[in-house]
């Protein structure tokens, strides 16, 4: 069975065309934390949190340990971390979701199988209890990948952290972050923190060549990745869902000196629109962009009191964008009120 042929699971965050972490079979970048990974688990380390931005890598780091750790390979050094046979029955597990010896939880589907959850529920953790209680043969590795712990509610946070606290035999954890900001600092205690950077525009280059080169504009690709942040995930969502075209309005509406509510009006119906969530991520990410150029545009210029003024709103931006989320608010509304925001920041002497 190639590499083409398998199913892969579909999970919250799958893009359309696009292998998910599990099936990669190698690794681009990433040399000092790949290094820390394998350090860590020469010593002994339980568990270990890889955290960094979103879409550079950390998930696929996270499955070809998994693929090293429970396959039939000598770990003599960080290089063993790097890639994996495609054709051993241990990839083919994992891609599939299905090895014995290894339990992925991310946001699981709704109850009623339509679309995903919003958090890791405390039931995705019970799974989990069951998983280490089950009976695994003498000198077994097991590997548990939370992809990602932000994501967990309190409940399920609280069952992972007694978990950590007594550990189970020749099982590693690897708790995929995007931020330690919201992370229970006893799960942080009881974790090594491997350190991910965003990738260089070579090393972003590259990997859209490698995960999607057959199917992306090609005169698209340095704009792609000079948007990117160095974060794939990120370059692919522009690419797959007009990303460009939405930056040019969204800079316009910005940009402008008056506020447009036409235009403001325009970008909120893309935002609202059913079944337009990547659109909404989209926007809300450039309009974070915008303010953190602005702050550092503020900085540079010696004006400190308006960077700080600016890195404050960069919070409130944040956390009035997790509560959105958490309580299902109006899209639409939401954007109008933050664009209204983010205009009047940016506008402001």
């Known amino acids: 069975m190639s590499v083409q042929e398998i199913e ?10 696009i292998a998910p972490p599990c099936a990669a079979t190698s690794l681009i970048g990433h040399e000092p934390s790949m290094e820390q990974i394998f350090s860590a688990i020469s010593g002994g380390h339980h568990a270990l949190i890889l955290d960094g ?3 550079i890598g950390k998930a696929t780091a996270a499955f070809l340990t998994a693929n090293a750790v429970l396959g039939d390979v000598s770990l003599t050094g960080a290089q063993t971390l790097y890639s994996c046979d495609s054709g051993s029955t241990t990839y083919r597990q994992i891609a599939q979701n299905v090895h014995p010896n290894m339990l992925y939880l991310t946001r699981p589907k709704k109850d009623d199988g339509k679309g995903f959850k919003t958090v890791i529920t405390v039931d995705e953790v019970r799974r989990l209890q069951r998983f280490l209680g089950m009976t695994s043969s003498a000198g077994e590795k097991r590997v548990i990948i939370i992809d990602g712990l932000g994501d967990m509610n309190r409940n399920a946070a609280n069952a992972v ?3 950590l606290e007594e550990p189970p035999v020749n099982t590693l954890f690897l708790l995929v972050c995007h931020g330690l900001g919201g992370i229970l600092p006893t799960i942080r205690s009881r974790c090594q923190v491997v350190r991910f950077q965003p990738l260089d525009d070579a090393q972003v280059r590259a990997v859209l060549d490698m995960a999607a080169g057959s199917i992306l504009d090609a005169d698209q690709l340095p704009q792609l990745t000079a948007l990117s942040g160095g974060s794939v995930r990120y370059a692919l969502l522009m690419a797959l869902n007009g990303g460009l075209e939405l930056k040019e309005n969204l800079d316009a509406f910005l940009n402008a000196d008056q506020f447009d509510t036409a235009r403001a009006h325009k970008l909120a119906d893309v935002a609202g629109a059913r079944g337009s969530d990547t659109h909404n991520i989209l926007l809300r990410h450039m309009m974070f962009e915008a303010i953190q150029q602005a702050a550092i545009q503020a900085a540079n210029n010696g004006n400190i009191h308006r960077a700080a003024q600016i890195a404050r709103f960069d919070e409130e931006f944040g956390e009035r964008a997790h509560i959105a989320d958490g309580f299902n608010l109006d899209r639409k509304q939401e954007f109008l009120i933050m ?6 920041l940016l506008h402001t002497a």
Request: net charge negative; no cysteine; hydrophobic share 30%.
């Open 8 to 17: 892969y699971p579909e999970f919250f965050d799958s893009l359309d065309e």
């Open 53 to 55: 931005e979103r879409g």
């Open 161 to 163: 952290l007694k978990l």
């Open 339 to 344: 664009a209204n925001k983010v205009h009047s």
